[in-house]
Nanobody, 114 residues
Framework: VQLQASGGGLVQPGGSLRLSCAAS????????MGWYRQAPGKQRELVAY???????NYAGSVKGRFTISRDNAKNTVSLQMNSLKPEDTAVYYC?????????WGKGTQVTVSS
C-alpha cells in the first residue's frame, strides 16, 4: 500500500492550500480515509476523516475552514484548507483504514506564516 501526499507549502495567514493523497495497492473505495497532522512537540491529531460511504468528520479547530473529499475513480482524497492560521502549521499525513489495518503515507509540510 502506498499513500503519496502532495500540496503542502508555505502560505500566509488567511490563505488556502489543497492537499491531495493518491492511494495505490488498496481497494480505495472500501477504505476510510483521513488526514492527520503533527506539529513540533505535539502528538499527531486527526484533522478530517471521510468514510467509504462519504460521511465526514472534522476536528473542531478546522470545522468550517477545511473540507475533505474523495474521488474513488482516481483513488485520491483531498483536503481543501481555507482561512489558514499559524496554528495550522504542521506535517500533514494521509491515512487509509481498512478493517483493522491502518496505512500511513509520508507527510507533507504545511507552514502558515507571514
Amino acid at each position: 500500500v502506498q499513500l503519496q501526499a502532495s500540496g503542502g507549502g508555505l502560505v500566509q495567514p488567511g490563505g488556502s492550500l489543497r492537499l491531495s493523497c493518491a492511494a495505490s495497492g488498496v481497494i480505495f473505495s472500501l477504505s476510510n480515509m483521513g488526514w492527520y497532522r503533527q506539529a513540533p512537540g505535539k502528538q499527531r491529531e486527526l484533522v478530517a476523516y471521510i468514510t467509504s460511504g462519504g460521511s465526514t468528520n472534522y476536528a473542531g479547530s478546522v470545522k468550517g475552514r477545511f473540507t475533505i473529499s474523495r474521488d474513488n475513480a482516481k483513488n485520491t482524497v483531498s483536503l481543501q484548507m481555507n482561512s489558514l492560521k499559524p496554528e495550522d502549521t504542521a506535517v500533514y499525513y494521509c491515512n487509509a483504514e481498512i478493517g483493522s489495518m491502518n496505512y500511513w503515507g509520508k507527510g507533507t509540510q504545511v507552514t502558515v506564516s507571514s
